[in-house]
């Protein structure tokens, strides 16, 4: 029996086959599909940056703008807002550590010119109305594409998403995003890196 997953173009094989035949395969990316037996053991890794810096070479064209907005607490608890902007102020100097402006095809509006504008509009980052308001934040700063997040918080564990989205058509790029990402809330920043990861080819041309 043969299990259908979807994986990169890339994907590193790693240790010798065991006893019972199965394999150990490392996925990087999430662009073509391919049959793996059932037995076989696939796992996520939570840092791929020397690998993902291979398939994206640096770009010396025109650059795509993107604003990353403070990811939304959907719990509602007030105890639990702390990583809204703390998370999103990470994953700002996450991308700017590792993917340099002068290296890649996009470049990041500065979290504060963010934070300035939803404040001028007097937003509700918890309210209903937040992730429409964005647009008008988005197109404020001429921003090309957003990074929207939200995290739900049950027992101290909190359940990370997040996508990129194109302001234009306002729609998410569906073949790499974060989801399902499982945490101590406490141990939430721990995850930037794997969320930054996985929503980076989706940022670049």
């Given at each position: 029996?043969?299990?259908?997953?979807?994986?990169?173009?890339?994907?590193?094989?790693?240790?010798?086959?065991?006893?019972?035949?199965?394999?150990?395969?490392?996925?990087?990316?999430?662009?073509?599909?391919?049959?793996?037996?059932?037995?076989?053991e696939?796992?996520?890794?939570?840092?791929?940056?020397?690998?993902?810096?291979?398939?994206?070479?640096?770009?010396?064209?025109?650059?795509?703008?993107?604003?990353?907005?403070?990811?939304?607490?959907?719990?509602g608890?007030?105890?639990?807002?702390?990583?809204?902007?703390?998370?999103s102020?990470?994953?700002?100097?996450?991308?700017?550590?590792?993917?340099?402006?002068?290296?890649?095809?996009?470049?990041?509006?500065?979290?504060?010119?963010?934070?300035?504008?939803?404040?001028?509009?007097?937003?509700?980052?918890?309210?209903?109305?937040?992730?429409?308001?964005?647009?008008?934040?988005?197109k404020?700063?001429?921003a090309?594409?957003?990074?929207?997040?939200?995290?739900?918080?049950?027992?101290?564990?909190?359940?990370?998403?997040?996508?990129?989205?194109?302001?234009?058509?306002k729609?998410p790029?569906?073949?790499?995003?974060a989801?399902?990402?499982?945490?101590?809330?406490?141990?939430?920043?721990?995850?930037?890196?794997?969320?930054?990861?996985?929503?980076?080819?989706?940022?670049?041309?």
């Amino acid at each position: 029996m043969k299990t259908i997953f979807t994986i990169g173009v890339i994907a590193l094989i790693t240790g010798c086959s065991s006893a019972n035949g199965s394999s150990k395969i490392t996925l990087i990316d999430s662009l073509k599909t391919i049959s793996i037996p059932s037995n076989t053991e696939v796992t996520q890794p939570d840092s791929n940056l020397v690998e993902i810096k291979k398939v994206y070479p640096k770009f010396t064209g025109e650059k795509v703008v993107v604003a990353i907005f403070p990811f939304k607490n959907l719990s509602g608890e007030v105890k639990y807002d702390s990583l809204m902007f703390s998370f999103s102020d990470s994953l700002e100097q996450f991308f700017n550590k590792n993917f340099p402006l002068e290296s890649h095809s996009y470049k990041i509006i500065p979290m504060q010119d963010v934070k300035d504008q939803i404040a001028a509009l007097n937003i509700d980052l918890k309210g209903i109305t937040y992730e429409t308001k964005t647009w008008e934040v988005a197109k404020l700063l001429g921003a090309e594409k957003i990074i929207w997040g939200t995290y739900y918080v049950k027992y101290e564990k909190a359940q990370i998403e997040a996508k990129v989205v194109d302001v234009k058509t306002k729609m998410p790029n569906n073949i790499n995003f974060a989801e399902k990402i499982r945490v101590l809330y406490v141990e939430g920043l721990s995850k930037v890196a794997l969320v930054g990861e996985r929503l980076f080819p989706a940022m670049v041309k």
